[in-house]
């Protein structure tokens, strides 16, 4: 039996039949990564001492007693390497803190086991711009398993991970969860606590999980979420079982869907199977309601202002003075040019110029103010549909996994790609990824995933419609 | 928009090949953001919260979980006297 292979509930069945230890689960799931991670590049490193040392502990009354959950690499957790899949942090960072997020999940018994691969410091929407190693999607090789979370989706995909964490800034767990076939949930901005998470949007970012099923999203989602007096913007909102409405029905749900989301640039095989999803969905008794988001095609100009802006902040700590790479140098202005520089990739670089340009004196009241306001305008749509309906469906990404290489030389054909996703994070709403079927190229079965959306704090309602997504 | 300007101003440094490249990738980006003007956004307040919570104070007591000056030095990459190493900036 090896870990890897299983969910979260499995695995605890497993650890109460007495079929396997928390140490033997550890060390299958090294197995499966030195046989299959080769070929995906879905881990960056793992520390295999460390986590038996953590399971040695376990406590398996607990929740997710002695379950191994795989970290993207920008969640600090302590004395484990967090390179971002940076130059700028790889081999030169430990964590010296761990994130309130990691904290949370080591109290509910969980073993942090494994970190994984990324678009560089969390930008991109493929896992082209990691700055160590490429990852790819384990349905096809030559294909890529979507950003920035690529590595937490492949792992799971590619049963080389029990379960991961990701995070999700324009789309960053949904997206790839629906290019690897997983369940992916971005939790309503501040119910995850973001300290310990390396910022990259500080308005926009959010940790969430990465699963191969819903009930096991719900089983992490209790553990994640909660207040935190370390992070200000962290919900105080009561936290509900996310597990109970597993398995209710939806009879009288209103379900919305967009039109701007189903028009043209949406690859027709992608839109079969999410017209089959919502299809299902009615027939198992939910509501179709057409609905208007007016500022859709507004929302990539908006989000690629305001996230490279705080990302142009954000990163602004990485100089070389106090972690991270240093380059030799004269003098003080230098130093920080050239350990910048050659630390960061051109992705990364890309954004910090136009984050700095949209907030330079005499062009942020165009750029940043304008795009703030465009945000709210945005918030308002969703405000306004959830008036009428309790929960929005449409698709995560307008094609299936695309090839390598396939986006590289175009920056904003790949921005245009997030364009279902990324409204969810200007308006702070909650949203998922579910399986929804696959679509057949060149031989290969490449996973299409149905987005869900729901109101601020409405993460249950998406686990109890996911999950009848799943079963159906 | 000079990049080379932005990338001083964000103490980066751009190898020509650098500079032209990301003066036409960024100037694209920009040309698409324009769109944004034609919107009317007159009487519509800024989004600064993305979620409605204001003014999350607490007591001023340091007495808690810290980093200890160990743990800070701890991923520098030049300590001396227990402190960050850097070039010289005065005079």
């Given at each position: 039996?090896?870990a890897?292979?299983?969910?979260?509930?499995?695995?605890?069945?497993?650890?109460?039949e007495?079929?396997?230890?928390?140490?033997?689960?550890?060390?299958?799931?090294?197995?499966?990564?030195?046989?299959?991670?080769?070929?995906?590049?879905?881990?960056?490193?793992?520390?295999i001492?460390?986590?038996?040392?953590d399971?040695?502990?376990?406590?398996?009354?607990?929740?997710?007693?002695?379950?191994?959950?795989?970290?993207?690499?920008?969640?600090?957790?302590?004395?484990?390497?967090?390179?971002?899949?940076?130059?700028?942090?790889?081999?030169?960072?430990t964590?010296?803190?761990?994130?309130?997020?990691?904290?949370?999940?080591?109290?509910?018994?969980?073993?942090?086991?494994?970190?994984?691969?990324?678009?560089?410091?969390?930008?991109?929407?493929?896992?082209?711009?990691?700055?160590?190693?490429?990852?790819?999607?384990?349905h096809?090789?030559?294909?890529?398993?979507?950003?920035?979370?690529?590595?937490?989706?492949?792992?799971?995909?590619?049963?080389?991970?029990?379960?991961?964490?990701?995070?999700?800034?324009?789309?960053?767990?949904?997206?790839?969860?629906?290019?690897?076939?997983?369940?992916?949930?971005?939790?309503?901005?501040?119910?995850?606590?973001?300290?310990?998470?390396?910022?990259?949007?500080?308005?926009?970012?959010?940790?969430?999980?990465?699963?191969?099923?819903?009930?096991?999203?719900?089983?992490?989602?209790?553990?994640?979420?909660?207040?935190?007096?370390h992070?200000?913007?962290?919900?105080?909102?009561?936290?509900?079982?996310?597990?109970?409405?597993?398995?209710?029905?939806?009879?009288?749900?209103?379900?919305?869907?967009?039109?701007?989301?189903?028009?043209?640039?949406?690859?027709?095989?992608?839109?079969?199977?999410?017209?089959?999803?919502?299809?299902?969905?009615?027939?198992?008794?939910?509501?179709?309601?057409?609905?208007?988001?007016?500022?859709?095609?507004?929302?990539?100009?908006?989000?690629?202002?305001?996230?490279?802006?705080?990302?142009?902040?954000?990163?602004?700590?990485?100089?070389?003075?106090?972690?991270?790479?240093?380059?030799?140098?004269?003098?003080?202005?230098?130093?920080?040019?050239?350990?910048?520089?050659?630390?960061?990739?051109?992705?990364?670089q890309?954004?910090?110029?136009?984050?700095?340009?949209?907030?330079?004196?005499?062009?942020?009241?165009?750029?940043?103010?304008?795009?703030?306001?465009?945000?709210?305008?945005?918030?308002?749509?969703?405000?306004?549909?959830?008036?009428?309906?309790?929960?929005?469906?449409s698709?995560?990404?307008?094609?299936?996994?695309?090839?390598?290489?396939?986006?590289?030389?175009?920056?904003?054909?790949?921005?245009?790609?997030?364009?279902?996703?990324?409204?969810?994070?200007?308006?702070?709403i909650?949203?998922?990824?579910?399986?929804?079927?696959?679509?057949?190229?060149?031989?290969?079965?490449?996973?299409?995933?149905?987005?869900?959306?729901?109101?601020?704090?409405?993460?249950?309602e998406?686990?109890?419609?996911?999950?009848?997504?799943?079963?159906? | 928009?000079?990049?080379?300007?932005?990338?001083?101003?964000?103490?980066?440094?751009?190898s020509?090949?650098?500079?032209?490249?990301?003066?036409?990738?960024?100037g694209?980006?920009?040309?698409?953001?324009?769109?944004?003007?034609?919107?009317?956004?007159?009487?519509?307040?800024?989004?600064?919260?993305?979620?409605?919570?204001?003014?999350?104070?607490?007591?001023?007591?340091?007495?808690?979980?810290?980093?200890?000056?160990?743990?800070?030095?701890?991923?520098?990459?030049?300590?001396?006297?227990?402190?960050?190493?850097?070039?010289?900036?005065?005079?």
């Open positions: 039996m090896n890897a292979d299983l969910t979260i509930t499995q695995l605890r069945a497993a650890y109460r007495g079929d396997l230890s928390p140490a033997e689960a550890i060390q299958s799931i090294a197995v499966a990564i030195d046989e299959k991670d080769g070929d995906i590049g879905a881990y960056l490193s793992y520390d001492d460390l986590a038996l040392a399971a040695a502990e376990a406590d398996l009354s607990l929740p997710l007693g002695g379950i191994p959950i795989a970290v993207k690499d920008l969640i600090n957790v302590k004395g484990h390497p967090c390179s971002c899949a940076s130059k700028m942090l790889e081999g030169t960072y964590a010296s803190y761990e994130a309130t997020v990691i904290r949370k999940l080591r109290e509910a018994g969980a073993v942090p086991f494994g970190r994984t691969n990324m678009d560089e410091f969390a930008m991109g929407s493929s896992n082209e711009n990691s700055g160590i190693k490429p990852c790819r999607n384990p096809d090789l030559e294909r890529v398993p979507g950003g920035s979370s690529g590595g937490s989706a492949a792992s799971v995909a590619a049963n080389t991970a029990v379960a991961a964490i990701g995070t999700d800034t324009g789309g960053s767990i949904r997206q790839p969860a629906s290019l690897c076939g997983v369940v992916g949930l971005k939790p309503t901005y501040g119910r995850v606590s973001r300290y310990g998470l390396v910022a990259f949007a500080s308005s926009l970012d959010q940790a969430g999980p990465m699963t191969k099923t819903v009930e096991d999203a719900a089983l992490m989602m209790n553990a994640m979420v909660g207040a935190d007096p992070d200000s913007t962290c919900l105080p909102d009561a936290v509900p079982d996310f597990t109970s409405v597993i398995g209710r029905d939806v009879k009288g749900l209103k379900m919305g869907l967009p039109r701007e989301y189903f028009a043209t640039g949406l690859d027709a095989r992608v839109k079969e199977k999410v017209d089959a999803a919502v299809a299902k969905l009615q027939s198992l008794g939910a509501e179709l309601v057409e609905i208007s988001l007016p500022n859709t095609e507004h929302a990539v100009a908006t989000y690629y202002i305001i996230a490279t802006a705080e990302a142009s902040a954000n990163l602004a700590r990485f100089d070389g003075v106090r972690y991270g790479h240093r380059a030799e140098a004269d003098d003080l202005v230098e130093q920080y040019k050239k350990s910048r520089s050659e630390g960061f990739g051109d992705e990364v890309r954004r910090i110029i136009l984050g700095t340009y949209v907030l330079s004196s005499g062009y942020y009241d165009a750029y940043y103010l304008r795009a703030q306001k465009v945000r709210t305008l945005i918030r308002q749509d969703f405000t306004n549909a959830f008036e009428k309906v309790d929960l929005i469906a698709p995560v990404s307008p094609t299936p996994a695309f090839k390598a290489g396939e986006k590289q030389s175009d920056p904003l054909s790949m921005y245009l790609a997030d364009i279902y996703t990324i409204s969810a994070n200007l308006a702070g909650c949203g998922i990824s579910v399986p929804c079927g696959t679509v057949e190229e060149g031989g290969k079965n490449l996973p299409v995933g149905l987005q869900l959306l729901g109101k601020p704090l409405a993460e249950a998406l686990l109890k419609v996911a999950h009848a997504v799943e079963v159906s | 928009m000079d990049v080379r300007k932005i990338a001083h101003l964000s103490r980066l440094e751009l020509d090949d650098e500079a032209a490249r990301y003066q036409e990738q960024v694209q980006i920009l040309k698409y953001v324009e769109q944004l003007r034609k919107i009317d956004v007159t009487g519509i307040e800024a989004t600064a919260h993305a979620s409605p919570i204001f003014d999350r104070v607490r007591e001023d007591d340091i007495s808690g979980d810290r980093l200890s000056r160990e743990a800070a030095l701890a991923n520098a990459p030049s300590v001396a006297q227990g402190q960050f190493r850097m070039p010289k900036v005065v005079d």
